[in-house]
């Protein structure tokens, strides 16, 4: 019997755990009723012992699967060494850390925090303070600009300046400082830029939006804008980094260098919550002592787990593998255009696909792929994200297209029975 930690009766059946879940905690998700007890790779396995292919990957924080035996190795090492000092002494990871993650970015500094959310407000933090200290910006007078259908995190002032309603209700006043345009516009960019703007802050490809990629040279005009006009150019590479779209960071597929990059999500290796603000010393030496910090940003262990994917990332092979598995997964993908789907986005191991919505919203398909043994989360309406962990493999892809494929196939039969029957009604 599974011991259950802190003691109480074990929970071993979903519709308990469903149960528990939703007296006692908030409804801020809506997950799918599957309750997981293992994972490796890109498997895992539920109380009831059925086994699924992991297609969300927990947003990309997963990219190296469940318990890669490296990070989970590494990870075991530490924990019994040494697990937080705090950021008030230093500690024998931090500084390699940092230099590696700096290395493997080609910048000079590296600010650990902890999510993804604290990244991005650390990085507009850093860019506000830049904008004073270095820019000549008149105090209090910056602003960033942001594209809309951003997705940056869920605080007060990410939210802010998303256009999502869902996201912002409710949650008043706003964070004043930014300014909105559309993405994949660069006429608009440019448009928005002035002489107090501090810095553009963009997602390389767009992932809570629907996975949207923009227009080939948006990513280049919007660094030369930024060059031109002084402000600093932040890609929040926090879901699209670390291998995901093929490359290390997704700006590199239009060549372009940030000025910031924000990191999260993979660099926890699947363990612990590590993230951080990457860029020169000309921008992150702004900070000093009392300015900014985290109680457990940097920890022993964040930075050894952090040291394990920058490590893991050097060798190549996930990228290579996002980059040569993702054709086969688009290829295969794309065939399923007209047959179910009206449209595929996306880059290396990550699908953005619209369900035709006349056949079933986005909910519907991931509840019948669940049961075909397929873990994947819709996004909004009709759109599904797919994002295997990088250590799927080719035959596990298709094991999860061909069920895709199938549960296409079930809900249009459904939907001819219906109509035929309606028909034959009237
Ligand atoms: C692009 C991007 N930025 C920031 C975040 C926020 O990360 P976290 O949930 O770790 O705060 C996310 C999370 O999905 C994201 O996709």
Redesign the pocket.
């Known amino acids: 019997m599974t011991k259950t930690p802190g003691g109480g009766p074990p929970r071993t059946s979903t519709a308990d755990i469903v149960e528990l879940v939703e007296t006692r905690t908030p409804h801020n998700y809506h997950p799918l009723p599957v309750a997981i007890a293992e994972g490796n790779g890109a498997w895992v396995t539920d109380v009831e012992g059925r086994r699924y292919l992991d297609f969300l990957a927990a947003?990309?924080?997963l990219n190296f699967g469940h318990c890669h035996p490296d990070i989970i190795g590494a990870a075991e090492h530490q924990l019994r060494r040494l697990t937080l000092t705090s950021r008030a002494f230093l500690h024998d990871q931090l500084g390699t850390f940092c230099a590696e993650l700096a290395e493997l970015a080609g910048m000079e500094m590296v600010l650990p925090m902890n999510?993804?959310?604290?990244?991005?407000e650390s990085g507009l933090k850093v860019a506000r303070k830049w904008a004073y200290d270095v820019k000549g910006v008149p105090p209090d007078q910056a602003n960033v600009v942001v594209a809309a259908e951003n997705?940056?995190?869920?605080t007060i002032t990410l939210i802010s300046f998303s256009t999502d309603p869902l996201a912002r209700r409710g949650f008043g006043p706003y964070t004043p400082g930014f300014r909105i345009v559309p993405y994949g516009d660069a006429a608009a960019l440019e448009a928005a830029v002035d002489d107090d703007t501090a810095a553009v802050l963009l997602?390389p490809i767009q992932?809570?939006a629907g996975v949207i990629v923009p227009p080939v040279g948006y990513l280049a005009a919007a660094r030369k804008i930024c060059s031109q006009r002084g402000s600093l150019f932040m890609a929040?590479e926090?879901?699209?980094g670390l291998g995901r779209t093929g490359t290390t960071f997704a700006c590199e597929h239009e060549g372009v260098r940030p000025d910031v990059y924000?990191l999260?999500?993979a660099l926890g290796g699947g363990i612990v919550?590590v993230?951080a603000v990457v860029a020169d010393r000309s921008v992150l030496g702004v900070l000093h002592p009392g300015e900014h910090g985290s109680t457990f940003g940097g920890s022993p262990i964040a930075c050894t787990v952090g040291r394990t994917v920058v490590a893991l990332l050097r060798t190549g092979e996930y990228q290579k593998r996002a980059k040569e598995l993702g054709v086969h997964l688009h290829e295969r993908l794309s065939a399923l255009v007209g047959g179910g789907l009206v449209e595929v986005r996306g880059r290396g191991l990550w699908a953005g696909i619209d369900i035709d919505p006349a056949l079933a919203t986005g909910r519907e398909v991931c509840e019948r792929l669940m049961q075909k043994g397929v873990l994947a989360k819709d996004i909004h309406g009709s759109t599904l994200r797919l994002a295997p962990p990088l250590v799927v493999t080719m035959q596990e892809l298709d094991q999860a297209v061909d069920a895709l494929e199938q549960v296409l196939l079930e809900l249009d039969l459904e939907r001819n029975v219906s109509r035929r029957r309606r028909l034959t009604a009237g």
């Open positions: 947003y990309s924080a999510t993804g959310a604290e990244a991005v997705f940056h995190g869920r997602e992932g809570e929040d926090i879901q699209t924000l999260g999500k919550p993230s």
